[in-house]
């Protein structure tokens, strides 16, 4: 429900924070994203690359009944949590993918995105973004998967 609505899911997810710090570097008195951070990110995205679609789908048609009724008595009225996993994958496989360096601007404390498109990106898809441009693939092959072994449409199905 997070991810489906854009929302960070690191309060549930804190287990699987990546080790290490954010990093940025400079270069001509300018402050950019620190591609080496992104190897923070390889664990956590190999794993779920190595997700087996089909019986991820299996296991997820089992479970459906119960995810169904928790999420009828937690989520949205009218909504199924189909509809939200549909949502959530959508989320993340619009995650643009970046190859070249990307500068950041600092404002008080806080470094943000100098690139508008990329700063208002929602909470959930900038988590993804920050996995840098090798683990989003790894991410969207598998979302996409996923989608399709699942049997959940894309947006434009709807």
Not at 65 to 83: C, V
């Amino acid at each position: 429900e997070n991810v489906a609505n854009g929302q960070s899911p690191r309060k549930l997810l804190g287990f699987m924070a990546p080790e290490g710090r954010f990093t940025v570097f400079e270069r001509e008195g300018k402050e950019y994203l620190d591609p080496k951070g992104y190897a923070r990110y390889d664990r956590i995205a190999l794993a779920f690359a190595s997700l087996d679609e089909e019986r991820t789908a299996a296991l997820f048609q089992k479970l459906s009944p119960w995810l169904n009724q928790a999420y009828a008595e937690m989520g949205r009225p009218g909504r199924s949590f189909d509809q939200a996993l549909a949502d959530a994958i959508q989320q993340l496989v619009d995650v643009p993918l970046v190859e070249e360096d990307i500068p950041l601007k600092r404002e008080e404390v806080n470094l943000k995105f100098e690139d508008e498109a990329l700063e208002e990106m929602n909470q959930a898809q900038k988590h993804l973004f920050r996995m840098g441009p090798a683990n989003i693939r790894r991410v969207r092959s598998k979302l996409e998967a996923l989608r399709g072994a699942l049997g959940l449409p894309r947006p434009s199905e709807r």
